[in-house]
C-alpha cells in the first residue's frame, strides 16, 4: 500500500472543500440564528434541496462533457404543468384524470424526447449547447403556459401528492428519493464505461476519438439523461405542490447551476464528482432557509447565488491551475 503524500491530502482537500465550507455554514447557522439547529429545519433543508438537487444532476452530467443545457428548468416546469394537466381534477383535461404513475411514464418520455431533441440538433448539426438549449428555454416554457393557458391547475391524484407526504421514519420519501438518484448516478459515473468515457470526452474529444470512444454517442446519452432528470424532478415539484402554477420552478436553473459549480464541477470539462453537487444543493437549501427564519427579502438569495457562483468560478480557475501539479 503506497504512503499517502501531502500532495493526496491536497488533492482531496480540493475535491471535498464544498463540504467544509457546507459544515462551517451550519455551524455558524446553528450558532447564530435561534431556532435553526433543531431536526425540523435539517428536515427542511433536505426536503427543499430535492428538486434543485436532481436538476444539479443533469446539469452536471452536461458540464462534465463540456457541453451546457439551459433548458432543465422549462423541462422541469412542462413535466410539472403535463402532470398537473393530466391529473388534476381543476384541469381542462380533468376527464382524463390518468393514474399518476402512468403519468409518470409519459413524463420521462416527455424529458427524454426534448433531450434527444436538443442532442440531435447540438450533435448532429454541430450548434452550439449555448443556443439550443437557450431556446428550448424559451420554447418549452411557452408551452406550458399555452396548455395551462395562463392558470394553475391543482388537486390531482391521491397517488401523486402521496409521494410527496409520506415520511420513512422521520426522513420525508421525497429526500429518500434524492439520495437514490444521487447513489444511482454516483455509480453510473464512476463504475461504468459510459461515465469513464464521459469524463474523457469532456476531458478533450479529440482523444477520446483517437482511443475509440464514441463521443457523439456519449454525448447524446447526456442530453436524453439530462432531460430525463430534469422531467423526473418536475414530476417530483407537481406532488410536492399539488399542482402545477404558470411560474413554477422559474430560477431553478440558475440554482441547480450554482450548486453544480460550488460542487466543484470544472466548467472546463472532465473534472467533477456529484458528492459535490449534493453538498452544493444542501448548502443553498440551508442558506434560503436561513434567510427565511431571518425574515429576509427573498431577493437577497440572488445575491448570495450570484456571489457564490462569482466564488465558485474563481475556485475553479485557481484548483484547474493548481490540480496538474498535484497529478505529477
Given at each position: 500500500?503506497?504512503?499517502?503524500?501531502?500532495?493526496d491530502?491536497?488533492r482531496?482537500?480540493l475535491?471535498n472543500?464544498?463540504?467544509?465550507?457546507?459544515?462551517?455554514?451550519?455551524i455558524?447557522f446553528?450558532a447564530?440564528i435561534?431556532?435553526?439547529?433543531?431536526?425540523?429545519?435539517?428536515?427542511?433543508?433536505l426536503y427543499?434541496?430535492?428538486?434543485v438537487g436532481?436538476?444539479a444532476i443533469?446539469e452536471?452530467?452536461c458540464?462534465?462533457?463540456r457541453?451546457?443545457?439551459?433548458s432543465?428548468?422549462?423541462v422541469?416546469?412542462?413535466?410539472t404543468?403535463?402532470t398537473?394537466?393530466?391529473?388534476?381534477?381543476?384541469s381542462?383535461?380533468?376527464?382524463?384524470?390518468l393514474?399518476?404513475?402512468?403519468?409518470?411514464?409519459i413524463?420521462l418520455?416527455?424529458?427524454a424526447?426534448?433531450?434527444?431533441?436538443?442532442?440531435?440538433l447540438?450533435?448532429k448539426?454541430?450548434?452550439?449547447s449555448f443556443?439550443i438549449?437557450?431556446?428550448?428555454y424559451?420554447?418549452f416554457?411557452?408551452?406550458?403556459?399555452?396548455i395551462?393557458k395562463?392558470?394553475?391547475?391543482?388537486?390531482l391524484r391521491?397517488?401523486?401528492?402521496?409521494?410527496?407526504r409520506i415520511?420513512?421514519?422521520p426522513?420525508?420519501?421525497l429526500?429518500?428519493?434524492m439520495?437514490?438518484?444521487?447513489?444511482?448516478?454516483?455509480f453510473?459515473?464512476t463504475?461504468t464505461?459510459?461515465?469513464?468515457?464521459?469524463?474523457l470526452?469532456?476531458?478533450?474529444?479529440?482523444?477520446?476519438f483517437n482511443?475509440?470512444?464514441?463521443?457523439?454517442?456519449?454525448?447524446f446519452?447526456v442530453?436524453?439523461l439530462?432531460?430525463?432528470?430534469?422531467?423526473f424532478?418536475g414530476?417530483l415539484?407537481a406532488?410536492?405542490t399539488?399542482?402545477?402554477?404558470?411560474?413554477?420552478?422559474v430560477?431553478?436553473?440558475?440554482?441547480?447551476?450554482?450548486?453544480v459549480v460550488?460542487?466543484?464541477v470544472s466548467?472546463?470539462?472532465g473534472?467533477?464528482n456529484?458528492?459535490?453537487?449534493f453538498a452544493g444543493?444542501?448548502l443553498?437549501?440551508a442558506?434560503?432557509?436561513?434567510i427565511?427564519?431571518?425574515g429576509?427579502?427573498p431577493?437577497?438569495?440572488?445575491?448570495?447565488?450570484?456571489?457564490?457562483?462569482i466564488?465558485?468560478?474563481?475556485v475553479?480557475?485557481i484548483?484547474?491551475r493548481?490540480?496538474?501539479?498535484?497529478m505529477?
Open positions: 500500500m503506497l504512503p499517502i503524500t501531502k500532495k491530502i491536497l482531496w482537500v475535491d472543500i464544498v463540504w467544509f465550507i457546507l459544515l462551517l455554514v451550519l455558524s446553528s447564530g435561534r431556532g435553526f439547529a433543531q431536526w425540523g429545519i435539517y428536515r427542511n433543508i427543499h434541496a430535492v428538486f436532481i436538476l443533469a452536471a452530467l458540464i462534465i462533457s457541453e451546457l443545457d439551459l432543465v428548468e422549462s422541469l416546469g412542462l413535466a404543468v403535463v398537473a394537466y393530466l391529473t388534476g381534477s381543476s381542462d383535461a380533468s376527464g382524463l384524470l393514474n399518476g404513475f402512468l403519468t409518470l411514464g413524463v418520455l416527455m424529458g424526447l426534448i433531450g434527444f431533441f436538443n442532442g440531435f447540438i450533435v448539426l454541430k450548434i452550439s443556443i438549449t437557450l431556446s428550448s424559451l420554447i416554457r411557452a408551452v406550458g403556459l399555452v395551462t395562463g392558470h394553475g391547475i391543482f388537486k391521491p397517488e401523486v401528492v402521496a409521494v410527496a415520511n420513512v421514519g426522513v420525508p420519501l429526500v429518500i428519493i439520495v437514490f438518484v444521487y447513489t444511482l448516478f454516483y453510473i459515473l463504475r464505461q459510459f461515465g469513464r468515457h464521459l469524463y470526452v469532456g476531458d478533450s474529444r479529440e482523444a477520446s482511443a475509440g470512444i464514441r463521443v457523439n454517442k456519449v454525448l446519452g442530453f436524453i439530462s432531460g430525463l432528470l430534469s422531467a424532478a414530476w415539484l406532488a410536492r399539488n399542482g402545477s402554477s404558470p411560474g413554477i420552478g430560477g431553478m436553473l440558475f440554482e441547480a447551476f450554482a450548486a460550488i460542487g466543484g466548467l472546463q470539462g473534472v467533477g456529484l458528492t459535490g453537487v444543493a444542501i443553498l437549501s442558506i434560503s432557509t436561513a427565511s427564519i431571518l429576509m427579502p431577493f437577497y438569495m440572488n445575491i448570495i447565488r450570484g456571489g457564490f457562483i466564488f465558485a468560478v474563481l475553479d480557475a484548483i484547474s493548481i490540480r496538474p501539479r498535484l505529477r
